[in-house]
């Protein structure tokens, strides 16, 4: 039974989907409008999901070429990586820390003022495991490693969407939906940077372009066509020989380079229909939620949800975020400290929306220079969480996005100090 409901709260079409469904159902929706509703957020979650995997694959061989193109080693940080390892050991810790974690988020909407309902079901699932290992390594166990273990997840639920929501509002324009995923840290660093630099700079959005550049307007062509140039790059610098051998089956390195380009706009584009499918249903029906059981409450949702708010700083994010991935593996090279290579998935997710997060308050140079700082953050936090994890640290990878170092770092050294 433990298992079927891990199974169901992290997967986030199906956690979503019962919350659009509660929803409904407390509103006295008639039939036809419950099944159309639950049905239609399931889909755009899993047309977000789609999306992501399109995204994930074109983007596996991009950190591949760029590995062996320039010749670099070291660790690279990966949620889903790092959690597979763990669970070996505390699985059961993990899904009994999520399951009351999510119970005391939920307590902690109806009789605090933080009121969100954290509804990234594989992030809470990811945070809880790294909360359980650090607990597990500074001693505790039993039901006071549970115990304390869904207070902080709980909290930290409520918590960052709380944050995130003043740039929130100016990036969506109401106060209907929250922001939730674990990187928040470096999205509110970014918007932060922004306010600092940005001032009088114009949006990511508004782009003066002579009329035989106006194709460019479309984030779809200008997306494809960016890629496309770094894609050629790392893959002439890995060779045709191991492109061809390795990666494309055998097809023209170039060619194979400007699909997977195309391939990552795609995957975008995708991401974007499902977004818009997802809050088109999923605002609605929380409203029962909040109207009936959790007062005032907003759902927190995962980070594509601001993507289609600035389509071109969800670009610009994403490479400012590895280019300061970049600078501070030069960094730490220098420093002979850990090297933490800079991981294409999470740039893009977590560096595309430090993008959004920055333009919404400094523009342009809010979103390059924002996401940069943030690029920057989500290098040096892994060495620093690293230690922290006990005999896990010493695996070839770790968590990647910010606020599972800070989380990390602060309750490692909370419980190292009790």
Same mark, same amino acid.
């Given at each position: 039974?433990?298992?079927?409901?891990?199974?169901?709260?992290?997967?986030?079409?199906?956690?979503?989907?019962?919350?659009?469904? #509660?929803?409904?159902?407390?509103?006295?929706?008639?039939?036809?409008?419950?099944?159309?509703?639950? #049905?239609?957020?399931?889909?755009?979650?899993?047309?977000?999901?789609?999306? +992501?995997?399109?995204?994930?694959?074109?983007?596996?061989?991009?950190?591949?070429?760029?590995? %062996?193109?320039?010749? %670099?080693?070291?660790?690279?940080?990966?949620?889903?990586?790092?959690?597979?390892?763990?669970?070996?050991?505390?699985?059961?810790?993990?899904?009994?820390?999520?399951?009351?974690?999510?119970?005391?988020?939920?307590?902690?909407?109806?009789?605090?003022?933080?009121?969100?309902?954290?509804?990234?079901?594989?992030?809470?699932?990811?945070?809880?495991?790294?909360? @359980? !290992? #650090?607990?597990?390594?500074?001693?505790?166990?039993?039901?006071?490693?549970?115990?304390?273990?869904?207070?902080?997840?709980?909290? #930290?639920?409520?918590?960052?969407?709380?944050? /995130?929501?003043?740039?929130?509002?100016?990036?969506?324009?109401?106060?209907?939906?929250?922001?939730?995923?674990?990187?928040?840290?470096?999205?509110?660093?970014?918007?932060? !940077?922004?306010?600092?630099?940005?001032?009088?700079?114009?949006?990511?959005?508004?782009?003066?372009?002579?009329?035989?550049?106006?194709?460019?307007?479309?984030?779809?062509?200008?997306?494809?066509?960016?890629?496309?140039?770094?894609?050629?790059?790392?893959?002439?610098?890995?060779?045709?020989?191991?492109?061809?051998?390795?990666?494309?089956?055998?097809?023209?390195?170039?060619?194979?380079?400007?699909?997977?380009?195309?391939?990552? +706009?795609?995957? %975008?584009?995708?991401?974007?229909?499902?977004?818009?499918?997802?809050?088109?249903?999923?605002?609605?029906?929380?409203?029962?939620?909040?109207?009936?059981?959790?007062?005032?409450?907003?759902?927190?949702?995962?980070?594509?949800?601001?993507?289609?708010? @600035?389509?071109?700083?969800?670009?610009?994010?994403?490479?400012?975020?590895?280019?300061?991935?970049?600078?501070?593996?030069?960094?730490?090279?220098?420093?002979?400290?850990?090297?933490?290579?800079?991981?294409?998935?999470?740039?893009?997710?977590?560096?595309?929306?430090?993008?959004?997060?920055?333009?919404?308050?400094?523009?342009?140079?809010?979103?390059?220079?924002?996401?940069?700082?943030?690029?920057?953050?989500?290098?040096?936090?892994?060495? /620093?969480?690293?230690?922290?994890?006990?005999?896990?640290?010493?695996?070839?990878?770790?968590?990647?996005?910010?606020?599972?170092?800070?989380?990390?770092?602060?309750?490692?050294?909370?419980?190292?100090?009790?």
């Amino acid at each position: 039974m433990l298992n079927v409901i891990l199974d169901i709260l992290k997967v986030p079409a199906i956690l979503v989907g019962l919350i659009s469904l #509660i929803g409904l159902l407390l509103q006295k929706k008639n039939a036809s409008d419950t099944i159309k509703g639950t #049905i239609k957020t399931i889909l755009g979650f899993i047309i977000i999901g789609g999306g +992501a995997g399109i995204l994930v694959g074109a983007l596996v061989p991009f950190g591949e070429l760029f590995e %062996v193109g320039f010749n %670099v080693q070291g660790i690279v940080p990966n949620n889903e990586a790092i959690v597979g390892m763990a669970l070996k050991e505390y699985g059961t810790a993990t899904a009994l820390i999520m399951a009351f974690g999510m119970l005391a988020n939920i307590l902690i909407a109806k009789f605090t003022p933080l009121k969100y309902i954290f509804l990234t079901g594989h992030h809470t699932f990811y945070m809880a495991c790294m909360i @359980a !290992v #650090i607990l597990a390594v500074g001693g505790l166990s039993g039901t006071t490693l549970i115990g304390v273990g869904a207070l902080v997840l709980g909290f #930290i639920m409520a918590f960052f969407p709380a944050i /995130a929501q003043p740039t929130m509002r100016k990036i969506v324009g109401s106060d209907d939906v929250a922001f939730g995923h674990f990187g928040t840290v470096g999205y509110v660093l970014s918007a932060w !940077v922004g306010s600092l630099v940005g001032k009088n700079s114009k949006s990511t959005e508004e782009m003066a372009l002579p009329k035989n550049l106006s194709f460019l307007r479309d984030s779809s062509i200008s997306i494809s066509l960016t890629m496309s140039i770094l894609y050629i790059i790392v893959a002439v610098a890995a060779g045709p020989e191991y492109v061809e051998k390795n990666l494309s089956g055998g097809q023209n390195y170039i060619v194979f380079a400007i699909v997977q380009a195309i391939t990552f +706009a795609a995957g %975008v584009y995708v991401i974007l229909q499902g977004v818009r499918l997802l809050l088109a249903e999923i605002v609605p029906a929380f409203t029962g939620i909040s109207q009936k059981l959790v007062p005032n409450a907003k759902p927190a949702l995962d980070c594509p949800i601001v993507f289609p708010y @600035a389509p071109n700083a969800v670009l610009i994010g994403f490479l400012s975020s590895f280019a300061g991935g970049i600078i501070g593996l030069l960094i730490l090279g220098q420093l002979r400290m850990t090297l933490i290579l800079p991981g294409v998935v999470p740039h893009f997710f977590c560096g595309a929306t430090a993008g959004v997060f920055g333009n919404a308050t400094g523009g342009r140079k809010g979103a390059t220079i924002g996401a940069f700082i943030h690029g920057l953050l989500i290098t040096f936090l892994p060495v /620093a969480l690293l230690p922290i994890l006990g005999s896990l640290g010493f695996a070839n990878t770790t968590f990647s996005d910010a606020d599972f170092g800070v989380v990390g770092i602060i309750l490692g050294y909370i419980v190292g100090y009790f």
